[in-house]
């Protein structure tokens, strides 16, 4: 304290003698006279302090001496002081605004203080260099008044540093004084002192030449302060940012270290949250979102400089839940009190929760509030409170950030790693019991072992199993732990479904249900035998097989509230074992008749598979399904979408007189009731009475004498392609429902086997297509020039892809008379393959035009007419044609509806467009183009391109457009031509993630090489 008191007192002593004393020998109508130029330097002084930078608080400031010092040498001590005082004051004071210091020290003390302490040194500095022979407002720097400058200048600098290590000895004694002095003493002398004397360069150019050279001068010291003050800043940012990913990786290596420990990881979370933020408490509290409200927050770790706390007690709703569950963004409250929080919808739950917060008996000022979050999941808050205000920063809150992040997925595995470990020790048991009832095929004694083995191993004091009856409309008792289980059985106990006991509703609705107290569930009937039971909670499990509840397992227990989320997940378990268990024994009784059926369906597909065609495939099949399924005939009939008809393929088992009629009838599919109903429900139609039917009418049923018929469809991929019919022929036998699936496992592999045919075909037909398109490719690619052209001081490179096989896109380089080169880029306006017969024709004349016409505009003019005139289709192609004239570093072009192209100029390295645009050609007749001319310098770059690179989208269906295409080639454009191009290429991948083109592109780069050294340039400008 006494040490504060003596540095305030020195500090506004000093202050206030030195502004008193200045105002107290300034003559006001001098002072008058000279406010412009006194107010100009003031100003260049302030600019500079504001563009430079301090290395320690308020000294030690980059190049703002010389102002302070020219002025004191331009205008005389008195006046220099309230150059140097003033603008000293006002950026102190300022400074201490913008950076939240709003204390009296910073706002009044220390400017006052400053301002006192300039003045000591322009009256210091000046006797000394009026004493040397020195003059005021200098007009020339001579050897003879160089030692008067020179000693002015360390005067200065003496008198500065020797106040605020006074200052700095005040406040903390000779410790503090040394620490200030190697802080600054280093940067003291190159920042500051060194520059001085540039003060007496200023003030001699100021009086005797033009204001002019001053103003350069004042302006080149303003960016230089602003070169270093970047310099300063990113230098110290960078120190930093180091400081902070040395930490994080810390903390990730210390996560690593932590393995699945929830206390060792908050531990570690805390104590690198300190290391980067300084803060007086940190506090990590969790949200447990399926806990009673009392317990919903849970205080986990609170931590002090000086200990660390486990609380891990249940806390009232913290108000930080319900804004962290909306907002994923750290609270940042700079002053509570104020108060001052961002963002400022966070302010009502910054203050709430820090209300709450006292450490070591003062409440906290500032806080930072950082939400835990494990992917969408809120799990936490990571708090830090300060008792001083304006602790916490942008930066701490986006470290704090990632790691929080990276804790709560680590506290999160931790959790799912205990309930896992837990949960595999339960599936360990439910594991064994079902391997011991999975080697049981009997019924009647799996569900015996079953239900003695769950309460064995689990504890449980009762198990029943019950099976259902769907058909009758019951749940029918099967066994039970309980030694009656046999006279139960016997006595065939049974529960309606839906209307009797706990296990007759869950039958029914085919959900597991949980009954805390049985004593207040209605539905809770008595075992048989019973008056009275000791039953005080139960859960009825459904067994499901697919989608079809076969039974119900129903568990008991003498305690209330005695099953929770772990035993009904162990009894569903259980429950999928089981019910797969009596599915198994079910399907074991099953086994001969599944066997013959799959020996049907082998032979099937062995017979199918050695058929060469569809039509020897469909004879197989109806000679083999009589023989497989013992029915008497069998017919395919193929249905034709176009007409809605079904027409006869192959048939087995009728007369010849019955095949020849069939062979020419047609039968739709809306005149015949049995055909319609196929159609419409996809599904088969059987008739086991055709006389008591009306779906077959009369004189069908006489003709073909059928007795019983099964029509299956032939479905594939969803469409119906034909209809199986067998019948008995004579024999007046019902089809089973065993031959029905029979024959419909049948249809399915001619329907197959229909299918495949037609694949066949249209697979031989692409690939014929594809034949074509690909020698359509190499026809297109063959107008295409081999190779760029070998120009002298120039490199030209293309690159061309199509979206489909072919394409709209081209460009040509033509050679010309006295070695000019035409180049040509063009874009029809389709694709495929009518776009690639335009593309050849449009080529062929240009080419014709730009050899026989002197002029681009001429060329392109004249090519337009040829083109309306033997095109008749409505397509148009876009052109830009240019005339690259090599001896005279020249290009002239005409753009005709194209995209404009790109120039990059190598001196500036900034990219312009040619914005000169006609209409494309084989719109409208008598076009008129112009020429215009650029002059290429070395190293610029012409960029050549087509829609298909402006326009290629991306995922969320963005253009990749010309502002970033100009962007990559300011950026690339001082690379080679081919590799300008790669750069372009890999942009437009990675934009639209490496998915095909959905447009045609072409580029072609034209860059003429930069100069050698001692080579003369050109300086022709663009024209």
């Given at each position: ?18 502004v ?34 301090h290395?320690?608080p ?27 005082a ?9 400074n ?37 022979g ?5 007009r ?54 060194l ?48 400081n ?41 509290e ?9 317990a919903?927050t849970r ?23 319900d804004y962290?569950s909306?907002?994923?963004q ?14 400022l ?10 209300e ?9 000022r ?62 360990a ?39 259902v ?5 019951y ?10 289980s ?35 569930e209605?539905?809770?009937i ?15 499990v ?10 119900v ?5 003498n305690?209330?509230?005695a ?32 066997a ?57 088992g ?8 069939l ?57 119906l ?26 249809a ?9 045919a ?43 892809q ?19 080169w ?21 080529r062929t004349i ?32 876009t ?7 090599p ?13 404009p ?5 190598a001196?500036?390295?900034q ?27 070395p ?6 391109y ?18 970033r295409?100009?962007s ?12 300008l191009?790669?750069?372009i290429?890999?942009?437009v ?17 034209i ?16 024209l």
């Amino acid at each position: 304290m006494r040490h504060t008191f003596f540095a305030t007192l020195y500090s506004v002593a000093l202050g206030l003698t030195g502004v008193g004393f200045l105002v107290g020998v300034t003559r006001s109508d001098v002072l008058l006279a000279n406010a412009a130029p006194l107010a100009f330097f003031a100003a260049l002084s302030f600019m500079l302090k504001r563009a430079g930078f301090h290395v320690a608080p308020q000294v030690t400031h980059s190049l703002v001496g010389i102002i302070d010092l020219a002025a004191l040498f331009v205008f005389g001590p008195i006046l220099g002081a309230w150059v140097a005082a003033s603008s000293g004051f006002v950026y102190l004071f300022l400074n201490a605004w913008r950076r939240d210091k709003h204390s009296l020290r910073d706002f009044l003390e220390i400017p006052l203080f400053n301002a006192g302490l300039k003045v000591g040194m322009c009256y210091a500095a000046s006797h000394v260099y009026a004493l040397l022979g020195g003059q005021f407002a200098p007009r020339m720097l001579t050897p003879e008044t160089l030692p008067a400058f020179l000693a002015a200048v360390v005067t200065w600098f003496a008198l500065d540093h020797l106040g605020w290590g006074l200052l700095e000895y005040l406040r903390g004694g000779a410790t503090a004084l040394v620490a200030f002095l190697r802080t600054i003493l280093v940067y003291s002398l190159l920042m500051e002192l060194l520059p001085l004397p540039l003060a007496i360069v200023i003030a001699v150019v100021y009086t005797s030449l033009d204001r002019g050279i001053f103003l350069i001068m004042a302006l080149g010291l303003f960016c230089t302060a602003i070169v270093v003050q970047r310099f300063a800043d990113a230098s110290a940012h960078l120190v930093r940012r180091r400081n902070d990913l040395t930490v994080l990786y810390e903390f990730g290596q210390a996560l690593s270290q932590a393995a699945f420990d929830s206390d060792k990881i908050t531990e570690v979370l805390c104590a690198h949250a300190q290391r980067i933020v300084p803060c007086d408490l940190c506090q990590i509290e969790f949200f447990d979102r399926e806990g009673p409200p009392e317990a919903e927050t849970r205080i986990a770790l609170q931590a002090t400089a000086s200990e660390t706390r486990h609380p891990n007690q249940p806390a009232p709703t913290s108000p930080l839940f319900d804004y962290f569950s909306k907002h994923r963004q750290p609270i940042r409250a700079l002053d509570v009190y104020k108060p001052l929080v961002y963002p400022l919808d966070g302010t009502g739950s910054a203050v709430a929760a820090s209300e709450k917060v006292t450490i070591a008996g003062r409440q906290a000022r500032s806080a930072l509030f950082v939400p835990m979050l494990a992917g969408e999941e809120l799990i936490g808050v990571l708090s830090l409170f300060a008792i001083r205000a304006r602790v916490f920063h942008p930066i701490h809150a986006s470290n704090l950030a990632a790691m929080a992040a990276q804790a709560a997925v680590a506290i999160q595995n931790a959790r799912l790693y205990a309930v896992e470990r837990q949960r595999a020790t339960q599936l360990a048991i439910v594991s064994d019991v079902s391997r011991q009832v999975a080697q049981v095929l009997d019924i009647d004694e799996l569900l015996q072992q079953v239900v003695n083995s769950i309460r064995e191993r689990f504890g449980y004091a009762k198990v029943h199993i019950f099976t259902v009856d769907g058909d009758a409309g019951y749940a029918v008792f099967r066994a039970s732990s309980d030694p009656r289980s046999a006279a139960w059985r016997d006595k065939g106990w049974r529960l309606r479904l839906g209307l009797e006991g706990i296990v007759g509703w869950v039958a029914a609705l085919g959900e597991p249900h949980i009954v805390d107290d049985v004593r207040k569930e209605p539905r809770f009937i008595l075992d048989p035998d019973e008056q009275t039971s000791d039953t005080r909670s139960e859960i009825a499990v459904p067994l499901i097989v697919g989608k079809e509840t076969v039974g119900v397992l129903d568990v008991q227990n003498n305690a209330v509230n005695a099953f929770g989320d772990e035993d009904l997940f162990i009894l569903k378990t259980l429950a999928a074992q089981v019910a797969i268990a009596i599915e198994d024994a079910r399907l074991f009784n099953s086994q001969k008749e599944e066997a013959w059926y799959l020996n049907v369906m082998l032979q099937v597909a062995q017979n199918l598979s050695q058929t060469a065609s569809l039509d020897e495939a469909l004879e197989t099949v109806v000679r083999i399904t009589p023989l497989l399924v013992g029915v008497a005939r069998c017919a395919i009939l193929l249905y034709d979408p176009a007409n809605e008809a079904f027409v006869s393929a192959k048939a087995y088992g009728l007369s010849d007189e019955q095949d020849e009629t069939l062979r020419h009838m047609r039968f739709r599919a809306d005149d015949y009731g049995a055909l319609s109903k196929l159609r419409q429900e996809m599904a088969p139609v059987v008739i086991q009475d055709p006389t008591a039917d009306q779906m077959i009418r009369p004189e069908i049923r006489e003709l073909f004498t059928i007795h019983a018929l099964l029509i299956a469809p032939l479905i594939t991929r969803g469409e119906l392609v034909g209809a199986m019919l067998v019948d008995q022929g004579t024999r007046s036998r019902q089809f089973n429902p065993h031959e029905i699936q029979v024959v419909m496992g049948i249809a399915n592999q001619v329907a197959v086997a229909i299918e495949g045919a037609r694949l066949t075909s249209e697979a031989e037909g692409k690939k014929r297509l594809e034949y074509e398109l690909g020698l359509a490719r190499q026809i297109q690619e063959s107008f295409l020039p081999d190779a760029c052209p070998l120009i002298s001081d120039y490199e030209i490179c293309s690159q061309w892809q199509t979206a489909r096989e072919v394409g709209g896109d081209f460009y040509d380089f033509i050679p010309l008379t006295g070695g000019r080169w035409g180049i040509v880029i063009a874009d029809v306006s389709d694709k495929g393959m009518a776009a690639a017969l335009f593309m050849a024709l449009a080529r062929t004349i240009i080419r014709t035009m730009a050899i026989g016409k002197p002029t681009p505009h001429e060329a392109i003019d004249r090519a337009n007419d040829v083109i309306l005139t033997d095109a008749h289709s409505e397509m148009f192609v876009t052109v830009f044609y240019a005339v690259l004239d090599p001896a005279r570093a020249s290009v002239t072009y005409v753009n005709a509806g194209h995209n404009p192209p790109l120039l990059y100029r190598a001196a500036t390295r900034q990219v312009t467009t040619l914005k000169e645009h006609g209409i494309a050609l084989g719109v409208i007749p008598n076009i008129s183009l112009h020429d215009c001319e650029i002059t290429a310098e070395p190293g610029d770059v012409l960029l050549l391109y087509t829609d298909g690179v402006t326009e290629a989208l991306n995922a969320r269906e963005e253009e990749f457009g010309a502002d970033r295409l100009a962007s990559i080639v300011a950026a690339s454009g001082h690379l080679s031509s081919d590799k300008l191009v790669d750069e372009i290429l890999q942009s437009v991948a990675e934009f639209t993630g490496g998915g095909p083109n959905s447009d045609d592109l072409t580029i072609v780069a034209i860059k003429r090489r930069a100069e050698q050294a001692g080579e003369p340039s050109r300086t022709e400008s663009v024209l």
